[in-house]
């Protein structure tokens, strides 16, 4: 057998629950704790069902509408879709990619005018004898007797028809023995126009815009790809549709391309065409098109077709639900080997069992449909599944069970699709559905205050990271700008030394400017013999060096004057020479004279010791 390319693991996990189904279903009680308390254990098999079925919205999925869905929805992602009306962005890595982008506009245009064409010479002979034939061209299940014949064409010629209500019981008992194929159709007509008398049973959900079918074919629609794509794989076995641009598919086309442009929310998903076409097949197109509409809007079919895709989410969640309390040991089964209802149920879903199944088992599955409304869904895959259980659980591995479900269950025999018909009749469950969708919301809401939980314990980690992060800068701003005030003290301690040093050369230039003066009368007094070997010029005082030599000089110079002299620099800085005579000797003065050889004499020079507060002999 050839080994499916189905992922392994997918978003329908599910555990073991304790009920066996025994033939007939028996009611399951419902526990009060399920419609009013929220469920806390997190291990329990409804938890995780749910986390296994809710899909984030915040995922991205590839859409259902794309020409990448295969014809079979096989791998079907039950992820949001995009909204529908959204042009995808095109990328073209090459001249030839626009080229050929370019190509397919063109040959859809071609198409789109040859289909205009063939639609008006179609609509003349669209509901002749043989085209019903070729409609019609399936093995019915459950063969209509002539008194069951007889039974629904008296309510169909009841006058005022639209406007009589006949009784439930009278309806059921005619559609278990069954329907006549050339009067499908208009049954299924009769039982909508009862649903409408009740409202009730099914809803009235009306349209927003009700525009007429001939306005809606006139316009365009941004799906017309994907529905051109989807022509050729809808029925493709079926003379009906098999043919490029035949009456089925320009049919076909025109009533989803208006139902595209009517529901602008849902626009077109992949599975509508099977379910437009199992019409089509029964009635005229116009007739299909109101009857889609009246399954998309007052059965509520519309709702799995949304691009959240979350009532297909939930519906998948309420299957999960039926299979462990009504089959627990194949619900096992399938656990063992992941097996998930998103494998095969989704399209079983979707198109209604029209993609897989028979048209004769379709067919009493939309009379069922017709007569008690979506939930026949459900008990029809759940009977499916339960008589076929020991099939299933004799296939032992992941790639068998696959493709029984997708390909040996849809060719029973006719002997027990009319057994799986007739017991749906027989099957109530009605209630569990409604339990089923609320404990999905239940658990949704207790998802989503888990999630608001953990957002606040990582929101106050994250703040107490801040925090601790926050005095982490705080300290290295407080280390930062005690550097700071220690780099100005240091500063302003350096820019004081700066200034005393500047003082200091200061005066330093006016002490040397003071001995150049006096170094300049000096040598007036001094005879030249002295004055060489006295060596009285100064050098730049640069460095304190320089200074001591001056001071050297200055010193060498008083002892060439005398021994009991000193220089001093007055008051006044202006270079005069102060001599302070400590000896009066006359003895001194004779000898330097006499040493000398010279009777010069010393002009204002006094022989008398100064006393303490008399000022300095001063020579001008």
């Given at each position: 057998?050839?080994?499916?390319?189905?992922?392994?693991?997918?978003?329908?996990?599910?555990?073991?629950?304790?009920?066996?189904?025994?033939?007939?279903?028996?009611?399951?009680?419902?526990?009060?704790?399920?419609?009013?308390?929220?469920?806390?254990?997190?291990?329990?098999?409804?938890?995780?069902?749910?986390?296994?079925?809710?899909?984030?919205?915040?995922?991205?999925?590839?859409?259902?509408?794309?020409?990448?869905?295969?014809?079979?929805?096989?791998?079907?992602?039950?992820?949001?879709?995009?909204?529908?009306?959204?042009?995808?962005?095109?990328?073209?890595?090459?001249?030839?990619?626009?080229?050929?982008?370019?190509?397919?506009?063109?040959?859809?245009?071609?198409?789109?005018?040859?289909?205009?064409?063939?639609?008006?010479?179609?609509?003349?002979?669209?509901?002749?004898?043989?085209?019903?034939?070729?409609?019609?061209?399936?093995?019915?299940?459950?063969?209509?007797?002539?008194?069951?014949?007889?039974?629904?064409?008296?309510?169909?010629?009841?006058?005022?028809?639209?406007?009589?209500?006949?009784?439930?019981?009278?309806?059921?008992?005619?559609?278990?023995?069954?329907?006549?194929?050339?009067?499908?159709?208009?049954?299924?007509?009769?039982?909508?126009?009862?649903?409408?008398?009740?409202?009730?049973?099914?809803?009235?959900?009306?349209?927003?815009?009700?525009?007429?079918?001939?306005?809606?074919?006139?316009?365009?629609?941004?799906?017309?790809?994907?529905?051109?794509?989807?022509?050729?794989?809808?029925?493709?076995?079926?003379?009906?549709?098999?043919?490029?641009?035949?009456?089925?598919?320009?049919?076909?086309?025109?009533?989803?391309?208006?139902?595209?442009?009517?529901?602008?929310?849902?626009?077109?998903?992949?599975?509508?065409?099977?379910?437009?076409?199992?019409?089509?097949?029964?009635?005229?197109?116009?007739?299909?098109?109101?009857?889609?509409?009246?399954?998309?809007?007052?059965?509520?079919?519309?709702?799995?077709?949304?691009?959240?895709?979350?009532?297909?989410?939930?519906?998948?969640?309420?299957?999960?639900?039926?299979?462990?309390?009504?089959?627990?040991?194949?619900?096992?089964?399938?656990?063992?080997?992941?097996?998930?209802?998103?494998?095969?149920?989704?399209?079983?879903?979707?198109?209604?069992?029209?993609?897989?199944?028979?048209?004769?088992?379709?067919?009493?599955?939309?009379?069922?449909?017709?007569?008690?409304?979506?939930?026949?869904?459900?008990?029809?895959?759940?009977?499916?599944?339960?008589?076929?259980?020991?099939?299933?659980?004799?296939?032992?591995?992941?790639?068998?069970?696959?493709?029984?479900?997708?390909?040996?269950?849809?060719?029973?025999?006719?002997?027990?699709?009319?057994?799986?018909?007739?017991?749906?009749?027989?099957?109530?469950?009605?209630?569990?559905?409604?339990?089923?969708?609320?404990?999905?919301?239940?658990?949704?809401?207790?998802?989503?205050?888990?999630?608001?939980?953990?957002?606040?314990?990582?929101?106050?980690?994250?703040?107490?990271?801040?925090?601790?992060?926050?005095?982490?800068?705080?300290?290295?701003?407080?280390?930062?700008?005690?550097?700071?005030?220690?780099?100005?003290?240091?500063?302003?301690?350096?820019?004081?030394?700066?200034?005393?040093?500047?003082?200091?050369?200061?005066?330093?230039?006016?002490?040397?400017?003071?001995?150049?003066?006096?170094?300049?009368?000096?040598?007036?007094?001094?005879?030249?013999?002295?004055?060489?070997?006295?060596?009285?010029?100064?050098?730049?005082?640069?460095?304190i060096s320089s200074r001591r030599t001056v001071s050297t000089k200055i010193s060498k110079a008083k002892g060439m004057i005398g021994e009991?002299?000193?220089?001093?620099?007055?008051?006044?800085?202006?270079?005069?020479?102060?001599?302070?005579?400590?000896?009066?000797?006359?003895?001194?003065?004779?000898?330097?004279?006499?040493?000398?050889?010279?009777?010069?004499?010393?002009?204002?020079?006094?022989?008398?010791?100064?006393?303490?507060?008399?000022?300095?002999?001063?020579?001008?």
């Amino acid at each position: 057998m050839e080994k499916l390319k189905s992922p392994r693991r997918s978003i329908f996990d599910s555990t073991v629950g304790p009920q066996v189904y025994k033939e007939p279903f028996e009611a399951m009680p419902l526990s009060p704790s399920v419609l009013t308390t929220p469920l806390r254990r997190k291990s329990s098999y409804r938890t995780v069902i749910f986390s296994q079925v809710n899909t984030p919205a915040r995922k991205v999925s590839r859409a259902l509408s794309s020409d990448t869905c295969i014809p079979e929805l096989d791998g079907l992602s039950l992820s949001p879709r995009p909204s529908c009306g959204t042009i995808p962005e095109a990328h073209f890595n090459s001249k030839e990619d626009v080229k050929a982008m370019w190509v397919k506009a063109i040959e859809e245009t071609i198409i789109l005018i040859r289909m205009e064409k063939e639609n008006k010479k179609s609509h003349v002979n669209q509901d002749t004898k043989e085209v019903r034939q070729i409609k019609l061209d399936y093995e019915e299940i459950t063969a209509c007797l002539k008194n069951v014949t007889k039974a629904w064409d008296e309510m169909l010629n009841v006058p005022l028809r639209r406007q009589v209500s006949f009784h439930h019981s009278e309806l059921i008992n005619c559609v278990r023995k069954g329907i006549p194929r050339a009067k499908r159709g208009e049954i299924w007509k009769l039982l909508t126009e009862q649903h409408i008398l009740h409202p009730e049973n099914v809803g009235s959900h009306q349209v927003s815009e009700d525009i007429p079918y001939e306005d809606l074919l006139k316009q365009l629609t941004t799906h017309q790809h994907a529905i051109l794509i989807d022509l050729g794989r809808t029925f493709p076995q079926h003379a009906y549709f098999s043919g490029p641009l035949g009456a089925g598919q320009l049919a076909l086309f025109n009533v989803l391309k208006a139902y595209s442009l009517l529901d602008k929310e849902v626009g077109y998903c992949q599975g509508l065409s099977f379910v437009a076409g199992i019409l089509l097949l029964h009635m005229p197109e116009e007739e299909a098109y109101n009857t889609l509409k009246f399954l998309m809007y007052n059965f509520g079919l519309r709702r799995q077709y949304k691009p959240d895709m979350i009532t297909l989410q939930i519906r998948m969640y309420q299957l999960s639900r039926l299979l462990h309390d009504h089959c627990s040991d194949l619900y096992e089964h399938f656990e063992e080997n992941e097996i998930h209802p998103t494998l095969y149920a989704a399209s079983w879903f979707l198109t209604l069992f029209s993609s897989q199944f028979p048209l004769g088992f379709v067919a009493r599955v939309f009379d069922l449909l017709f007569l008690y409304g979506f939930e026949v869904i459900f008990k029809v895959a759940l009977v499916l599944l339960d008589n076929h259980k020991e099939l299933i659980m004799a296939c032992d591995s992941f790639e068998y069970i696959v493709d029984f479900l997708k390909t040996t269950l849809p060719e029973m025999g006719i002997i027990q699709m009319e057994k799986v018909i007739n017991q749906v009749f027989s099957l109530d469950i009605t209630k569990k559905l409604e339990a089923y969708e609320v404990e999905y919301h239940v658990l949704q809401e207790e998802v989503l205050m888990a999630t608001d939980n953990d957002a606040v314990e990582k929101l106050e980690k994250m703040n107490s990271s801040l925090i601790s992060h926050k005095m982490e800068l705080l300290e290295q701003l407080q280390a930062a700008r005690n550097t700071i005030h220690s780099l100005e003290t240091s500063r302003n301690h350096t820019q004081d030394q700066n200034n005393q040093l500047k003082n200091q050369a200061r005066n330093l230039e006016l002490e040397r400017s003071a001995l150049l003066g006096a170094i300049s009368k000096l040598r007036k007094l001094i005879p030249a013999d002295v004055l060489a070997f006295a060596d009285l010029n100064l050098p730049l005082l640069d460095d304190i060096s320089s200074r001591r030599t001056v001071s050297t000089k200055i010193s060498k110079a008083k002892g060439m004057i005398g021994e009991h002299s000193a220089f001093s620099l007055d008051s006044e800085g202006d270079g005069e020479i102060e001599i302070l005579t400590r000896t009066q000797s006359e003895s001194t003065l004779n000898a330097l004279r006499s040493r000398h050889k010279s009777t010069t004499s010393i002009k204002g020079f006094s022989t008398r010791r100064p006393s303490r507060n008399q000022s300095p002999v001063t020579f001008n």
